[in-house]
């Protein structure tokens, strides 16, 4: 079985989509199931020949166009005249094609081509159906609505499924943009468990950051983005100064150029000495980091799954995070961390209800954070439930 994924770029900074189809490539290998992707990207991007899947780069290589990109916004959405041809020629070689996101031309790219074509062809929304989006900036939500009407909603109606990673993910989406008829599943969905030495992996990340080496800290570890709250996280942190000994690592691309103003926050605060950036973490040393700290904190205002959520919990961390975070319920339940709301009060609760814990309760609680891992988000263990459902005609 061959599936095609066609997602706007494999460039790692995407976030958890493109994490989502490189980790689990190796369990869907053992099932017999090989993945290739085509991207926006250019031949050219070195993120593609790092890819651990086949990657077909159908950006558009004009010089002009990328000059004139960096410019107007409008431009971002992406374009390449290749993709649409290539898509309506190669997709029938394929058992399934896989959408990944919409609300940009790949999406675009991806109706014209497949939408009435008798391929069978699937979208994952990753959140983008979230109406906390149409909240925060009701002028885009408005311009989607009128996408929707000429083709993402073409694209997701006319899908032999449209998945989703969480029962609340679904039911928001149905909310979003008119008409909604999509058929929806919930599909597994996770990480494939993590390998490597533990030991080469703290110290990679002690070598890149040196300066908490021998320190006890709370991990974000996400795109620094405004809808994932970071800004109040360093509020709370420093609200939350019941134990001075405690610092914060900020880990991730700085997506929307917003680092410069939150250090000055942290400064403002007097914490900026126990907030450390050491940038976007990869490999062994973003494991590292995983494996170093006492607890992993995403107090996003918005989160269809997250996947560092379930990194963390596979390293038997603690989480903190907030109820916009699709997968709190399963955080909650299984007693592996702590819920609150998304407001500087919440995730004030969060840092102090963990400081309050004694080590052998943090212990405890990490240890059932892998057992959560285990039983919901083993992707190793999943594979062959998902490559059923590629395989099933057509989903309810």
């Given at each position: 079985?061959?599936?095609?994924?066609?997602?706007?770029?494999?460039n790692?900074?995407?976030?958890?989509?493109v994490?989502?189809?490189f980790t689990s490539a190796?369990?869907f290998?053992?099932?017999?199931c090989e993945?290739?992707?085509?991207?926006?990207d250019l031949?050219?991007?070195?993120?593609?020949?790092?890819?651990?899947?086949?990657v077909?780069a159908m950006?558009?290589?004009?010089p002009?166009?990328?000059?004139?990109?960096?410019?107007i916004p409008l431009?971002?959405?992406?374009y390449s005249?290749?993709?649409v041809?290539?898509?309506?020629?190669?997709a029938?070689?394929?058992?399934?094609?896989?959408?990944?996101g919409?609300w940009?031309?790949?999406?675009?790219?991806?109706?014209?081509a497949l939408?009435g074509?008798?391929v069978?062809?699937f979208?994952?929304?990753?959140?983008?159906?979230d109406?906390?989006f149409?909240?925060?900036d009701?002028?885009k939500?408005?311009?989607?609505?009128?996408?929707?009407?000429?083709?993402?909603?073409r694209?997701?109606?006319n899908?032999?499924?449209?998945?989703?990673t969480?029962?609340?993910?679904k039911?928001l989406?149905?909310?979003?943009?008119?008409p909604?008829?999509?058929?929806s599943?919930?599909?597994?969905?996770?990480?494939?468990?993590?390998?490597g030495d533990?030991?080469?992996q703290?110290a990679a990340f002690r070598?890149l950051?040196?300066?908490?080496a021998?320190?006890?800290?709370?991990l974000?570890?996400?795109?620094i983005?405004p809808?994932?709250?970071?800004d109040?996280?360093?509020?709370?942190?420093?609200a939350?100064?019941?134990d001075?000994?405690?610092n914060l690592v900020v880990?991730g691309?700085?997506?929307v150029?917003s680092?410069?103003k939150?250090?000055k926050?942290?400064?403002?605060l007097?914490?900026?000495?126990r907030?450390?950036?050491?940038?976007m973490?990869k490999?062994d040393?973003?494991w590292?980091?995983?494996r170093s700290c006492e607890g992993?904190?995403?107090?996003?205002?918005?989160?269809?799954?997250g996947i560092?959520?379930?990194?963390?919990l596979a390293?038997?961390k603690?989480?903190?995070?907030t109820?916009?975070?699709?997968?709190w319920r399963?955080v909650?339940s299984?007693?592996?961390g702590f819920v609150?709301?998304?407001?500087v009060?919440?995730?004030?609760r969060l840092?102090?209800?963990f400081?309050?814990?004694?080590?052998?309760?943090?212990?405890?609680?990490g240890?059932?954070?892998r057992?959560?891992?285990?039983?919901?988000?083993?992707?190793?263990?999943m594979?062959?439930?998902?490559?059923?459902?590629f395989r099933?005609p057509?989903?309810?």
């Open positions: 079985m061959i599936i095609l994924h066609i997602i706007p770029t494999v790692p900074e995407y976030g958890g989509p994490e989502g189809i190796p369990a290998r053992e099932q017999g993945r290739e992707i085509v991207t926006l031949p050219t991007d070195p993120w593609v020949a790092a890819a651990p899947v086949p077909h950006g558009n290589p004009d002009a166009y990328h000059a004139w990109k960096t410019r431009m971002r959405y992406g005249p290749r993709l041809p290539w898509i309506k020629e190669n029938p070689r394929y058992d399934a094609v896989v959408v990944n919409l940009n031309f790949a999406s675009f790219a991806a109706r014209k939408a074509s008798g069978r062809y979208v994952y929304a990753h959140g983008m159906l109406p906390y149409n909240r925060v009701p002028l939500g408005a311009f989607k609505q009128l996408l929707w009407w000429g083709s993402e909603g694209l997701i109606n899908a032999t499924s449209v998945m989703f969480t029962e609340e993910e039911e989406a149905r909310t979003s943009f008119w909604f008829r999509a058929r599943l919930v599909v597994p969905y996770g990480i494939v468990d993590v390998e533990p030991a080469a703290t070598a950051a040196p300066e908490v021998d320190k006890r800290f709370l974000f570890l996400s795109r983005h809808k994932k709250g970071v109040l996280l360093i509020d709370a942190f420093a939350a100064a019941g001075p000994d405690l880990a691309p700085d997506s150029g680092i410069a939150l250090k926050k942290a400064a403002a007097g914490v900026a000495d907030v450390f950036w050491p940038g973490l490999g040393v973003k590292g980091a995983f992993f904190i995403l107090p996003s205002h918005q989160e269809n799954f560092v959520v379930a990194e963390a390293c038997g603690p989480v903190l995070t109820n916009k975070v699709n997968t399963e909650e299984g007693r592996a609150e709301n998304d407001d009060g919440g995730v004030t840092i102090e209800r400081i309050a814990l004694t080590p052998a309760q943090k212990a405890e609680m240890t059932r954070a057992a959560i891992y285990l039983e919901k988000f083993d992707m190793g263990s594979t062959p439930e998902l490559i059923e459902i099933a057509q989903a309810a």
